[in-house]
């Protein structure tokens, strides 16, 4: 991967022999700096990234490090080896476990590839009136949580206190969940055996849709290696589980939104980067198409309506990037800012669409988030084109319904 700038190793002791292998993977230059000017060295070198590390006593130095990275207009990396406190929001973990430089070299391949993404998305943001979401991407991330042990409970409220939560209970279920969610993290908690979690780790490094996901397991030890440069080992408390998970959690947050913008800008600024689905102002225009041309050639033309307690906003922002990750590709939607999501069925008679939401509907109720365990469990209205119809009309009528819709 090409990559403008050195890395900065940031340590008071000799560079660990692991490191040597990174000028052997051809990521290189390798600058070193001590604890007390790595902060100016990042001001004065502008690295690639930083490989910090950590040792008793470099806490506060840590603090001044992260901050002056997070700082930085381009996404920088900063990776701690081998923590053993709580780790800023922006400091990456890292386990030398044996010394094995591959892993190293693939985390930090994974992290380069995200600072490549946003140096494409700021070069590429005055094409078209898209604003980079300004929000902490990790705000808006859903970390899915397997485990039944002691600790889940707990895993579950330090999680729920930073992220979105999908708890499940059985590798199946986690399963279901990867196949119908946007995920940004995996946390595997106890109450598996090694042979299972091993099974499981497997099948996730083999599905090109998973293997750059950060998995975190907190009971098993890594015996062998697997093809995920994000996956971590993060004993110790649920909090200090929390805390050093979220890095890599807000890192995939930080990719998947960075993907959307560019989607967005693809899309000429009529997507949504947040949502992944159409802006309101596009979703008015293609409807008003949509029903015009239905009404002109014939054919069906259905329109759902996902509406959600106002006092959970988060619960939109979940429908609307499942209905962007499931709905078919000639189906369309946008979040509304009444707090649904509408979604336009194309050439979809009424009893078909209303299979098709309910379907919809049963994947957002299987969602708690935060610390409150809120569900999204959405009210359903679906309504179809009739001839006397215009696309106000129609809406309208979907609205009015919502109080008797079928949820």
């Known amino acids: 991967m090409s990559q403008a700038g050195p890395i900065l190793f940031v340590s008071n002791a000799e560079r660990p022999a692991f490191i040597a292998a990174l000028d052997e993977a051809r990521l290189f230059p390798l600058v070193d700096s001590d604890w ?114 002691a600790a889940y409970p707990a ?36 109450g598996f055996t090694p042979r299972v ?4 780790l497997t099948v996730l490094a083999e599905d090109t849709r998973f293997r750059s996901l ?39 947050a930080m990719e998947a939104q960075l993907s959307r913008t560019l989607r967005s800008i693809d899309a000429g600024g009529w997507l949504d980067p947040r949502s992944g689905l159409l802006t309101t102002e596009a979703f008015a225009r293609d409807f008003a198409r949509a029903v015009e041309q239905t009404l002109a050639r014939g054919g069906g033309l259905s329109v759902a309506r996902f509406a959600f307690d106002p006092g959970n906003p988060r619960a939109q922002l979940d429908a609307a990037r499942i209905l962007s990750r499931l709905m078919r590709q000639m189906d369309f939607g946008a979040a509304q800012k009444d ?37 999204s469990d959405p009210v359903v209205s679906v309504d179809s084109l009739s001839p006397s119809d215009t696309a106000r009309s129609l809406l309208g009528r979907l609205s009015a319904e919502a109080p008797r819709a079928a949820s």
């Open 36 to 149: 007390a000017s790595a902060a100016r060295a990042v001001q004065e070198m502008q690295p690639a990234a930083v490989l910090a590390a950590v040792h008793g006593g470099h806490e506060p130095h840590m603090a001044a490090l992260a901050k002056e990275i997070a700082d930085q207009s381009l996404y920088l990396p900063l990776v701690a080896l081998d923590p053993q406190g709580r780790l800023p929001h922006n400091a990456l973990p890292f386990s030398s476990q044996g010394g094995n430089p591959d892993r190293l070299v693939a985390r930090l391949r994974a992290a380069l590839r995200v600072r490549t993404l946003h140096a494409t998305v700021l070069r590429r943001l005055p094409e078209v009136k898209v604003a980079l979401p300004q929000a902490d991407p990790s705000r808006d991330a859903t970390v899915l949580l397997i485990g039944r042990g």
């Open 197 to 200: 979690a091993d099974a499981f």
């Open 214 to 252: 950060p998995v975190v397991l907190t009971a098993h030890q890594l015996t062998q290696s697997y093809d995920m440069p994000n996956l971590e080992l993060i004993p110790g408390e649920p909090a200090k589980v929390a805390a050093n998970a979220l890095p890599l959690i807000r890192q995939h």
């Open 155 to 190: 895993l579950s409220v330090a999680l729920g206190e930073r992220v979105g939560v999908i708890g499940a209970l059985s590798i199946e279920a986690a399963a279901k969940h990867l196949n119908t969610r946007h995920i940004d993290g995996v946390v595997l908690a106890e």
């Open 339 to 375: 707090g649904s999501v509408i979604v336009v069925f194309a050439e979809t008679d009424f009893r078909t669409a209303h299979m098709i939401a309910r379907r919809l509907s049963a994947v957002m109720r299987h969602t708690s988030n935060g610390k409150h365990e809120m569900r």
